[in-house]
């Protein structure tokens, strides 16, 4: 018997043995439904297959996402516009439920999860929202800020009868008074009064605008101080752009730093720049800024308002401009002294509080002051004489004294002693000069450190050329008072100044 008799009469068989019916040689049980090639290529089938496949997936999601297909049957399909709109809707329901899908892949069961909502396309016709709602931002009117008063009528009253009020009512007044808070300027705070419905009585209100306008003027003059005032090693912007014109203009080449402050001013070193025809420039430069700030400059009108140079100039109202007078001063006192042949710093030119000067010392290094220097004998006794020296050139040929002389206002360079800081030398004919020249007599013969140095009375009679024979101290001084007493109403008598010295060169008369 041949293979193909047996496989064939298998199924005919009667019952048999268990291991018979799992013969891998029998023939299957159930007949698998045979379809051709094109049902295989079939698009449809293979729509339902995924359809099926998405469905046993995401059951609610594609349930939500299925709707009613729109159709021509019921719509008129001639238009090219409602098939456009009908294809994008349809285009956006598909889009859409592709993004819910994504979103519940991704998110899964986790806590923190992702949307991809304003990916979403929302299509006009399917937007829920009413096209006669607006939004109250897009408007002027702000639901959550609470209306002003209204504003009394120009016949001062509202209402009728019983229910008049006035525009002097107080509770009126009170919201008229809260409201007109917003008036203030920014920095008062006055919070939300309208929003509480505060009511402001008159007297309130008004203290509080007196006190918000005090507040605006203080900070006013504070921010004001801070832009109109020198600090320790800084300049104000006005000085600033001062400089920086001097350095534009060719000048000054560089200005390398400051080199040393005081009570009255900041001195910073400068490296002069081109020399122009009427103007030699040296090659350092010393570059004074008087400071803007007033505090250090209230005691010192004494020197000034009383100079018959700057006398009709002087005024206290305008302080700023004592400070431009006091370096103009200066200028003035340091022109004489180098006309005279005193060592002392040359003057290169001024712009208002800035003194440019030439530089005492070397390579940025500034000459030391006297008090720093330790001398020799020989040097301590040759510094001594030139001092003399120099006080007696100021009385006599530059008609000065120069009223704080002391071992700080004098530097020690190149074997010699120079003399700076001169803004507060006055004439002798100044109702305090003799006082001032006797106060410098006594600081050089206390620091003068040489065996044959003079007293003070001594050094003021020598240095003015004055006779003044007193046995004490107390007696000198009334008598240099009762001199200064005598100059003064000569003045007032006369209106003029009396002759500092006389044709032969003798010292000043103090006689009427």
Not at 103 to 108: A, D, L, V
Not at 380 to 407: G, P, T, W
Not at 441 to 455: D, H, I, M, T, Y
Request: aromatic fraction near 8%.
């Amino acid at each position: 018997m041949d293979s193909v008799g047996v496989a064939a009469a298998a199924p005919d068989a009667g019952p048999g043995p268990a291991w018979q019916s799992k013969c891998p040689w029998g023939a299957p049980s159930t007949t698998s439904i045979s379809c051709s090639l094109a049902d295989v290529m079939s698009e449809q089938l293979a729509k339902e297959l995924q359809l099926e496949e998405e469905n046993a997936a995401f059951p609610e999601v594609v349930a939500a996402a299925e709707g009613p297909f729109i159709t021509g049957e019921n719509i008129d399909t001639s238009s090219d516009l409602m098939l456009a709109q009908m294809l994008q809707m349809e285009f956006d329901r598909e889009y859409d439920a592709q993004l819910r899908r994504e979103e519940k892949k991704i998110n899964g069961d986790s806590k923190v999860s992702i949307s991809f909502e304003n990916y979403r396309k929302v299509h006009p016709y399917d937007s829920d929202s009413s096209e006669d709602e607006v939004d109250w931002q897009d408007t002027r009117h702000d639901p959550y800020r609470a209306d002003k008063p209204t504003t009394t009528p120009r016949r001062g009253f509202i209402g009728k009868g019983k229910d008049i009020t006035t525009k002097h009512d107080e509770v009126v007044c009170g919201r008229k008074n809260t409201a007109r808070m917003e008036n203030f300027a920014p920095e008062f705070q006055v919070g939300d009064g309208i929003g509480m419905d505060l009511k402001l009585s008159n007297q309130v209100f008004n203290a509080l605008k007196q006190h918000a306008y005090s507040e605006e003027r203080r900070s006013a003059r504070l921010h004001e101080k801070k832009e109109h005032s020198t600090a320790e090693k800084a300049v104000d912007p006005k000085t600033r752009l001062l400089l920086y014109k001097m350095v534009n203009s060719g000048m000054l080449e560089t200005i390398t730093g400051c080199i040393s402050t005081g009570k009255e001013s900041v001195v910073f070193h400068a490296y002069g720049g081109n020399a122009t025809e009427d103007k030699v420039i040296p090659p350092e430069c010393a570059i004074k800024v008087f400071k803007t700030t007033l505090n250090e400059f209230k005691n010192r009108d004494k020197y000034i308002k009383d100079d018959y140079r700057f006398k009709d100039r002087f005024s206290k109202l305008n302080p700023r401009k004592i400070i431009r007078m006091w370096a103009e001063k200066e200028m003035h006192n340091l022109t004489r002294m180098q006309n005279a042949g005193i060592p002392c710093p040359q003057v290169v030119i001024l712009k208002k509080h800035v003194l440019v000067m030439s530089f005492i010392g070397q390579d940025q290094v500034p000459a030391p002051k006297l008090k720093d220097v330790t001398l020799s004998s020989e040097d301590m006794k040759k510094a001594y004489y030139q001092i003399l020296n120099m006080m007696q050139q100021l009385y006599r040929e530059c008609n000065l004294v120069h009223a704080d002389l002391s071992e700080y206002n004098m530097l020690w360079h190149d074997g010699k002693v120079w003399l700076i800081d001169v803004s507060q030398s006055v004439e002798p004919t100044h109702p305090h000069g003799l006082e001032f020249l006797f106060r410098d007599c006594r600081n050089v013969s206390q620091k003068g450190g040489v065996a044959e140095a003079l007293n003070e009375r001594e050094l003021f009679n020598a240095v003015s050329g004055l006779n003044i024979t007193a046995d004490n101290e107390v007696d000198f001084q009334a008598e240099i008072e009762a001199l200064e007493k005598m100059n003064e109403d000569h003045v007032q008598n006369h209106g003029k100044k009396l002759s500092a010295f006389s044709s032969d060169g003798d010292p000043p008369i103090y006689d009427e």
